[in-house]
């Protein structure tokens, strides 16, 4: 455990209402699911004892951006620096789906390192379906929070919202952030006035509006002093101003197309290249080319000048450039014009929209899928359908992405050209789907796919080209492979070490999976070692609100559980499924493995009335969410069956473990190591009814299952050689049974110890099969 600094947010119970309670439940969620170092973390949430709802939050030490720039006289060049740590954070928001709508000095804090953190997504508006319905506020609502000052138009008219609103307010905050002033002066003019200069008034150019400040605005340009004000209007004069201005249109189209172009810019600026805001004209082009080889030419001489110029234009009309430029332009295009899809797909869930009518999010997926079909560019329509086969993939909806990538695949083989870069993603993306929906063979053959495509993409990241690895290396557990598991999960780890640092998500997992596979080893002690790791990693990477913590809790729970820390294991299991309780909302396979995990340690504490209860709920909602013939729903109703076993419920539990075993077999999956679990559980309740016969039948089909499966001398190998030994000692062959008992004896010492109670157990059977 450790200690840190935080910030609580509280709403005043003055200022409680339904909106303001949607505004902090829609911030609460976003931020649950935003990891950037430029976003103020969200580290907990939920509801004081007097009812008061509450964030507590990353505590900043720092300054609004403004002032911090005031305070430190900070040079152009470092306010833009700052800047393009703005657009990071903002653009890292849209790659999720989300666009924050109130950025402003404000909402943007510094510290003192100089690093930027993003604030208030309260009324930042959630493209992801899962969340939109409960998290959005209306326009209306929206228009009654937002600062005037850095409105779009689109957002005062009450028009479509997308990201190129955030792009229209980044441009408000580089005005100020460079010249100290408001785009429109207008504080004590009526609202009315302000909203219709911001859709009409064409602001003052930056370099312009500096001469009439009453104050030397602090600027210094690159490797200068302190400036005059003549010699800040020349460095904001041209590409400054055109930049600032192309931002601030009052027609979206014709801003920015998305925020990384925006920022682009303004790095092309720094580095003396031609800027996107600018006119085409040769004589521009040939300025910066100069500027950027101002050495070199004047080390030429005037003589070569003539030379210098002609090789200018000729560079500046190579085709292979233009080409090149051209494809970049197509590429931002099809990146905004994908990110507009999404946003204009879940903007029709507003009731204001729909005659009051409020759409699903599967309906509003639908439609999604129908706009897909009107797409002509077939390039831009594979990305659509990868983005819509994502969204349904995080719904748990298999059958539809698998449908919708497969589909992507199509149109790639027969009217796209692709590298095998794009080539080995698609194909990691179907892997990934397969791999969820419970199909391990075809998983593997698409995963096998996605390898050779990246060995031969020449690609510079090991750990991406890994990635299917990590991935194979679960199905093999799944499938009791631990061995050839446990060495993919190593190689894993040795990737990610390369890459990545000690506290990141990417070691955080690596971490967990490997502790998982010492786990199946029986290797307990090395399992909680590496879990703890994992924990803390991904701790300090996400936080406490985090689906990846709640994995590793989840995790670290069925560790604890074989080292007998019973009541250790269930604090951690209810730490999981209270964070993924939070995380979603509806039904989930995730909510649906902390169920099980927590019923499981209540049951070791022999609570078992609401063991039944958490893994009723358990298996209902696999049911639901991902269909009855799913290996999740396999094991889970062994688990259930068990359950009842234990509180001498013996006919739900036959009922459970034939349920079981019926659909192990539907799925062609009979020699599984996963059918083995109800086998083994129709043993044990034939044993505890005293149907010997029975029990042996199903006792010795499941051994002779586990030890072709499993690796020698496994835990579950020996737990079922435990149990037939004491169903031929009760029977009376104690020749076998000593066979049986031996063997379980030998596993039990080695896996648990002397002193484990499971060990004591098979010690005394086996003395009793030697009498």
Request: proline share 3%; glycine share 4%; with cysteine.
């Amino acid at each position: 455990e450790f200690d840190i600094e935080v910030a609580i947010k509280v709403i005043h119970r003055e200022q409680i209402n339904s909106e303001t309670l949607q505004r902090f439940q829609s911030e609460r969620q976003i931020l649950a699911n935003l990891n950037h170092p430029n976003i103020a973390r969200l580290i907990d949430g939920g509801t004081t004892d007097n009812g008061l709802p509450y964030l507590v939050m990353e505590y900043i030490e720092g300054e609004p951006i403004i002032d911090y720039c005031k305070s430190r006289k900070l040079n152009l060049k470092q306010r833009l620096g700052l800047f393009l740590q703005i657009c990071e954070a903002v653009n890292y928001a849209h790659q999720n789906l989300i666009v924050h709508r109130d950025i402003k000095p404000a909402n943007i804090m510094v510290t003192r390192d100089g690093n930027i953190k993003l604030l208030d997504f309260g009324v930042a508006k959630i493209l992801n379906p899962h969340e939109y319905s409960k998290s959005v506020a209306d326009t209306h609502i929206e228009m009654r929070i937002l600062t005037l000052e850095n409105a779009a138009p689109e957002q005062v008219l009450g028009e479509k919202i997308t990201t190129r609103t955030d792009v229209y307010a980044l441009g408000t905050l580089l005005y100020q952030l460079l010249t100290e002033e408001k785009i429109f002066n207008l504080e004590e003019q009526h609202r009315r006035t302000f909203e219709k200069a911001i859709c009409e008034q064409v602001p003052e150019k930056p370099s312009t509006i500096i001469s009439h400040t009453n104050s030397l605005v602090a600027v210094k340009v690159p490797e200068r002093s302190l400036v005059t004000l003549k010699t800040i209007q020349k460095t904001l004069k041209g590409d400054l101003d055109n930049i600032i201005l192309k931002s601030l249109q009052k027609k979206p189209e014709r801003r920015y197309q998305s925020v990384e172009q925006f920022s682009d810019d303004i790095k092309r600026y720094l580095n003396h290249y031609p800027v996107k805001a600018q006119p085409e004209k040769f004589s521009y082009r040939a300025k910066k080319y100069i500027r950027r080889h101002q050495l070199g030419i004047v080390f030429s001489g005037v003589l070569l000048g003539s030379l210098v110029l002609f090789i200018v234009m000729l560079t500046m009309k190579n085709s292979a450039i233009l080409e090149q430029k051209k494809t970049a332009e197509l590429e931002a295009s099809r990146a905004n014009e994908i990110a507009d899809f999404m946003v204009d797909i879940f903007s029709s869930s507003d009731p204001n929209e729909n005659a009051g009518k409020e759409k699903t999010s599967f309906e509003m997926l639908q439609e999604g899928k129908n706009k897909i079909n009107q797409v002509k560019d077939p390039q831009l329509k594979v990305k659509l359908l990868e983005t819509l086969a994502l969204v349904y993939q995080k719904l748990g909806q298999y059958p539809q992405a698998q449908k919708l990538i497969n589909e992507a695949i199509d149109i790639r083989k027969k009217q796209v050209s692709t590298s095998d870069t794009d080539w080995a993603r698609s194909y990691y993306r179907l892997g990934e789907i397969d791999f969820e929906s419970g199909d391990f063979d075809r998983a593997i053959k698409t995963f096998k796919k996605s390898l050779v495509y990246y060995k031969n993409s020449g690609l510079d990241d090991e750990y991406e080209k890994n990635s299917p690895n990590i991935i194979l290396a679960a199905i093999y557990s799944y499938q009791g492979k631990y061995l050839q598991a446990v060495e993919l999960d190593k190689n894993n780890l040795r990737i990610a070490l390369m890459k990545y640092s000690p506290n990141s998500v990417e070691i955080g997992e690596a971490y967990t999976n490997l502790g998982a596979e010492f786990r199946h080893l029986s290797q307990f002690e090395r399992s909680e070692k590496y879990l703890r790791l994992g924990l803390q990693s991904r701790l300090q990477a996400r936080g406490e609100i985090s689906l990846d913590t709640a994995h590793s809790y989840n995790q670290l729970a069925s560790t604890l559980d074989h080292q007998q820390k019973y009541q250790q294991a269930l604090d951690m299991a209810l730490k999981g499924l209270s964070i993924r309780q939070k995380i979603y909302k509806n039904g989930h396979v995730e909510i649906a493995a902390s169920l099980g995990n927590v019923a499981k340690m209540y049951a070791r504490l022999k609570t078992l009335d609401k063991a039944i209860h958490y893994k009723l709920e358990a298996v209902n909602m696999l049911k639901k969410v991902v269909g009855i013939k799913h290996y999740y729903v396999v094991g889970s109703l062994s688990s259930l069956g068990l359950m009842y076993l234990d509180n001498h419920q013996f006919t739900l539990s036959e009922a459970a473990f034939n349920e079981s075993i019926d659909i192990s077999q539907s799925m062609d999956d009979s020699d599984s190591p996963r059918i083995a679990y109800p086998l083994t559980g129709m043993g044990k309740l034939m044993l505890k009814t005293n149907q010997l016969e029975r029990a042996l039948t199903y006792l010795r089909q499941a051994f002779a299952i586990r030890t072709e499966k499993l690796p020698p001398g496994h835990r579950l190998t020996v737990t079922t050689a435990a149990f037939l030994g004491e169903a031929y000692l009760r029977k009376g062959d104690k020749t076998q049974a000593r066979q049986y008992l031996e063997q379980a004896l030998k596993g039990f010492t080695e896996i648990y110890g002397s002193n484990h109670e499971r060990t004591s157990k098979i010690s005394k059977l086996y003395e009793q099969s030697m009498i």
